[in-house]
């Protein structure tokens, strides 16, 4: 055809588009005619019979093609018009909730729907309570008989009860009529399915617990139960499992026991509530921000334990940390006794949380620090041999923020004479705790041990003049009180004592005055016996070395015969006393000096008595 040939093109379609439209309808024609010239005309002697019948024989297999497709397509029943339909009172529903299902029913077809039979799959542990209508229903096998419906006509049934589940999961309900068409035998069916999740549960529990903690903390933990229910819940249980490094101690409950780490409880009646208290340890093995706590308690319906809605707690966890650097000032390894060395601390809180109210307890070793003169230099309190120092004593410990540095010094005190063992070393293990704001009983605590610095000992020397010893026995000759003109003897002693560690090269050394005589009666309990070097007037002894906790005695006898110018007096018999040694454990020298002796004897109690000064 021209026509299609001339208007079914581009040019057309945009210029003269109705033209180009009744071109696009007879294409078809076109193609049929444009077919017939090329394969058929011109090439059989009947070609336009031929082509009619091939044409013809086209249309016949389409138009059989398309009957047979109907034919198969062709669905004779009418469950497209039958109408079933399921819907609960309320969409969000809890376990353990009175729920009522509704159940719609039409036939909006032209037929009466025969025998018809509702069947009702109830979701599991649904506890039924009430059915309208009631003489309809088969509760062994939850089924309607109804009545023929007729065209047009419908009805409603409702089931009513408890539905206990598993919250936040399906629970399908199905209901299926089943029915046959009047005048046919085949039975149809109509299923109407409908998908409850439960949002919750009547049993609700509550965790009282932080929200923010530290690791390795002990914090106190609350479990509230309550059954919000109008019927028993009956044997609960809650299991007390915890995450890896959480542990629960102490559980303590109103109602019910607790064993093999879960709480069981046998009955809680409707609007009863119970409690569990408990300590909860947390100690992670890897560090982790965020700990999660779950519980799913589970109650008994029909035999059948059913989880009830999980409990979550989630805990912010926080890590503080402080470095701690101890040094002993000038890099010292040993102190003397009575010597104040000086123990520098750097608090570092290497951290990003910050830390207030720092305390400092230092345990102190009594037996080598005087622990009374440590807090005269330090401050802070004393407790069972700890010495505790707050921001009262150093205001630097109110506060440490994240990269916060505090440098503290302490004076330690050496006693005059330690005691407590042999060669000993001295050394601090501070402990500083302090609290996380934000964070209630959350206690941060730390502690280090300073390097070891040897302690030397001590050389206690005690010297005194006697005429009697303490038990009366007389050690001295002459007159008491000194007389002019006679001669008095009385009796020098010195007593050394080294306290912990050996002591080496000891040498003591004492002068007499030109008017006392040197009678060469001598005792010792160790070493050389005493000399007397007449040119200088002065008394040595020596021992190469004195152990530890090891007393040595020095004894000699020494006379005078006053003149009348000492009358009234108590004259000096021994003077520039002194004792020399080496400390044998840390290496350096030992000294002390004594007050000169004379007649006073004051520690000579019964010689006293009897007089002290030249008559």
Do not use: C
């Amino acid at each position: 055809m021209k026509f299609v040939e001339e208007y079914l093109s581009k040019h057309h379609l945009l210029h003269a588009p109705h033209k180009w439209f009744f071109a696009f309808i007879s294409s078809p024609i076109h193609y049929l005619e444009m077919h017939y010239k090329k394969k058929y005309h011109l090439k059989f002697m009947h070609a336009r019979k031929l082509f009619i019948f091939d044409v013809t024989l086209l249309f016949s297999m389409i138009i059989l093609l398309a009957g047979s497709l109907s034919w198969l397509m062709y669905d004779p029943s009418v469950t497209d018009l039958v109408y079933l339909s399921v819907r609960p009172t309320h969409e969000r529903i809890l376990s353990g909730e009175y729920t009522t299902y509704t159940i719609n029913y039409r036939n909006d077809s032209n037929t009466t729907l025969n025998s018809p039979v509702l069947d009702v799959i109830l979701p599991q542990n649904f506890i039924i309570d009430s059915v309208i209508p009631e003489d309809l229903f088969d509760f062994d096998n939850n089924i309607f008989t109804l009545k023929n419906i007729k065209p047009t006509y419908g009805g409603q049934f409702s089931i009513s009860g408890w539905f206990y589940g598993t919250p936040d999961i399906e629970n399908p309900l199905l209901a299926t009529l089943s029915y046959t068409q009047e005048g046919r035998k085949k039975q149809e069916q109509k299923i109407s399915p409908h998908i409850s999740i439960l949002r919750g549960s009547v049993l609700e529990m509550n965790i009282e617990l932080a929200d923010k903690i530290t690791n390795n903390i002990s914090l106190p933990i609350t479990l509230d139960i309550i059954n919000n229910g109008d019927i028993d819940l009956n044997n609960i249980k809650i299991p007390l499992l915890f995450p890896t490094g959480v542990t629960l101690s102490d559980p303590k409950t109103l109602k019910g026991l607790v064993e093999d780490n879960s709480w069981y409880i046998e009955k809680l009646k409707p609007e009863e509530s119970t409690k569990l208290n408990g300590i909860l340890h947390v100690n992670l093995p890897s560090k982790q921000e965020i700990l999660e706590l779950n519980i799913t308690p589970t109650v008994d319906i029909n035999n059948q334990a059913i989880s009830q809605k999980t409990s979550s707690h989630e805990f912010n966890i926080v890590y503080p940390h402080l470095e701690i650097q101890t040094s002993w000032n000038n890099e010292i390894d040993f102190a003397r006794p009575n010597e104040i060395p000086v123990l520098s601390l750097q608090i570092r809180n290497d951290s990003n949380v910050s830390l207030s109210n720092l305390t400092l307890d230092i345990p102190l070793p009594t037996s080598i620090i005087n622990t009374t003169k440590f807090i005269n230099l330090n401050g802070g309190s004393l407790s069972n041999n700890v010495v505790t120092i707050s921001q009262k004593n150093i205001p630097d410990l109110s506060q440490i923020n994240p990269g916060g540095l505090v440098n503290l010094s302490l004076l330690v005190p050496i006693k005059y004479s330690p005691t407590g063992g042999t060669d000993l070393e001295l050394f601090l293990s501070p402990t500083i705790s302090g609290n996380v704001p934000g964070l209630s009983k959350a206690l941060y605590e730390t502690s280090t041990d300073s390097s070891r610095i040897a302690i030397g000992t001590q050389l206690l020397f005690n010297t005194e003049l006697r005429y009697y010893t303490n038990e009366g026995d007389q050690l001295g000759r002459g007159p008491l009180p000194l007389q002019v003109g006679k001669e008095t003897k009385y009796w020098a002693m010195a007593q050394i004592t080294n306290s912990t560690s050996r002591a080496d090269n000891i040498v003591f050394s004492a002068k007499l005055p030109n008017y006392v005589s040197w009678t060469g009666k001598t005792s010792v309990t160790h070493g050389a016996q005493i000399s007397f070097n007449s040119a200088n007037r002065r008394v040595s002894w020596s021992l190469s070395s004195l152990p530890e906790h090891t007393t040595a005695g020095v004894y000699f006898e020494l006379a005078i015969t006053p003149i009348s110018s000492r009358i009234g007096t108590s004259p000096i018999l021994l003077e520039n006393i002194s004792i020399s040694g080496q400390d044998g454990y840390i290496g350096v020298p030992i000294a002390h000096s004594s007050t000169n002796l004379d007649t006073s004897i004051p520690t000579d109690t019964i010689g006293k008595q009897k007089g002290v000064i030249v008559h």
